[in-house]
Nanobody, 123 residues
Framework: QVQLVESGGGSVQAGGSLRLSCVAS????????MGWFRQAPGKEREGVAA???????TYAAPVKGRFTISKDNAKNILYLQMDSLKPEDTAMYYC?????????????????WGQGTQVTVSS
């Protein structure tokens, strides 16, 4: 059974930083993409950043230059370093696994999801 458990969310003032973690277990595939997504109240879930095992990454335009995705392959932990946070970054953040060798941010391409961790940025 695949489990994805996020942590590291919290409340921070604008300009601050947070580091999210996602511990993955139970997934046995060798070719997959891992990503971070977020969903604000009343809005659709959107992709934030994604990474392949060999290190290739992609970012959504609103977070490029402020967020950094990384992965510890030995420990199966996915990270999202978020700097220069803005109030519009406030959302529930989810990590996800998409099967297959692709690098993208489409929600529909990801089949395994965690429960999420809340990030709140105040002005």
């Amino acid at each position: 059974q695949v489990q994805l458990v996020e942590s590291g969310g919290g409340s921070v003032q604008a300009g601050g930083s947070l580091r999210l973690s996602c511990v993955a277990s139970g997934y046995t595939g060798s070719r997959y993409c891992m990503g971070w997504f977020r969903q604000a109240p009343g809005k659709e879930r959107e992709g934030v950043a994604a990474i392949l095992n060999e290190g290739s990454t992609t970012y959504a335009a609103p977070v490029k230059g402020r967020f950094t995705i990384s992965k510890d392959n030995a420990k199966n932990i996915l990270y999202l370093q978020m700097d220069s946070l803005k109030p519009e970054d406030t959302a529930m953040y989810y990590c996800a696994i998409g099967e297959g060798w692709f690098l993208g941010l489409r929600v529909a391409d990801f089949g395994y999801w965690g429960q999420g961790t809340q990030v709140t940025v105040s002005s």
